[in-house]
C-alpha cells in the first residue's frame, strides 16, 4: 500500500533562517505528491505539488522537487517569516486508490522573531 | 478554485446528544467526498469516503452506527455523531475533489468542525 514518512517535529527557526521538511513515500501506483498547509483551528490548503519525476512544485517562497529515484519530495524554503508558522503535511495520491489521499505525520513549524 | 465549506466550524453538545456537521462544494460537483478527524498535534485518520446515491465506505476501527454519513446530494455530504461523547472531541475535517478532476490531483478541504462534547 501507499505510504509517507515525514520528518518528526515540531520545528522552530528564528526568522530568516533556512527550512527543510524532509519527505519520503512508497507507492503502488505513480503518484503525485503535494504540500499541504494547515494555520491553527483551519482546514487544509495546498501549498504545492508535483506530479511527475523532476517537477518542482514551487508557491511562496516554498519549493519541493520529485525525486522519482529517492522516493523523496522535500520541502525547502530559503528564509521563513513568523506568519510560516503552521503544520506542514506531505501526501500523495494515485488512480489506484479511488481517490483517497496518503498523508504524512505533520511537521510542526515555528517561526520566532 | 473549488472551496469546499464546512458547517459549523464548531460545537459544544452534551454527551448522549447527537450533532451533525455539514460538507459543501460551493462550485463544483463531487460524487465522492472524505471525512477524516484530527486528534490534537497528529495528522489526520481517514474515517470513511461518502459517496452520492450509496452507501459510505468506512475505515476498519470507525464505527458506522456511531459516524452516520449521509451524501444526499452531489454537493452536500453529512456527518452525524450519534449519542456523542467526550472521546469523540475532535477536530473532523472533509475533503473532496471535483468529479472531472482525476484521481491523483489535489484535494480541497473544508475549514474543519471542532466538536466538544460535554
Known amino acids: 500500500g501507499n505510504s509517507v514518512t515525514q520528518m518528526e517535529g515540531p520545528v522552530t527557526l528564528s526568522e530568516e533562517a533556512f527550512l527543510t521538511i524532509n519527505c519520503t513515500y512508497t507507492?503502488?501506483?505513480?503518484?503525485?505528491l503535494f504540500w499541504y498547509v494547515q494555520y491553527p483551528g483551519e482546514g487544509l490548503q495546498l501549498l504545492l505539488k508535483?506530479?511527475?519525476?523532476?517537477d518542482k512544485g514551487s508557491n511562496k517562497g516554498f519549493e519541493a522537487t520529485y525525486r522519482k529515484e529517492t522516493t523523496s519530495f522535500h520541502l525547502e524554503k530559503g528564509s521563513v517569516q513568523v506568519s510560516d508558522s503552521a503544520v506542514y503535511f506531505c501526501?500523495?495520491?494515485?488512480?489506484?486508490?479511488?481517490?483517497?489521499?496518503?498523508f504524512g505525520d505533520g511537521t510542526t513549524l515555528t517561526v520566532k522573531p | 478554485g473549488a472551496v469546499v465549506s464546512q458547517h459549523p466550524s464548531w460545537v459544544i453538545c452534551k454527551s448522549g446528544t447527537s450533532v451533525k456537521i455539514e460538507c459543501r462544494s460551493l462550485?463544483?460537483?463531487?460524487?465522492?467526498m472524505f471525512w477524516y478527524r484530527q486528534f490534537p498535534k497528529q495528522s489526520l485518520m481517514l474515517m470513511a469516503t461518502s459517496n452520492e446515491g450509496s452507501k459510505a465506505t468506512y475505515e476498519q476501527g470507525v464505527e458506522k452506527d456511531k459516524f452516520l454519513i449521509n451524501h444526499a446530494s452531489l454537493t452536500l455530504s453529512t456527518l452525524t455523531v450519534t449519542s456523542a461523547h467526550p472521546e469523540d472531541s475532535s477536530f473532523y475535517i472533509c475533503s473532496a475533489r471535483p468529479d472531472e478532476y482525476p484521481l491523483n490531483t489535489e484535494a480541497f478541504f473544508g475549514q474543519g468542525t471542532r466538536l466538544t462534547v460535554v
Open positions: 508535483a506530479t511527475k519525476a523532476d
Open positions: 501526501a500523495l495520491s494515485d488512480l489506484t486508490n479511488a481517490g483517497k489521499s496518503t
Open positions: 507507492a503502488t501506483g505513480y503518484p503525485s
Open positions: 462550485d463544483f460537483q463531487a460524487t465522492t
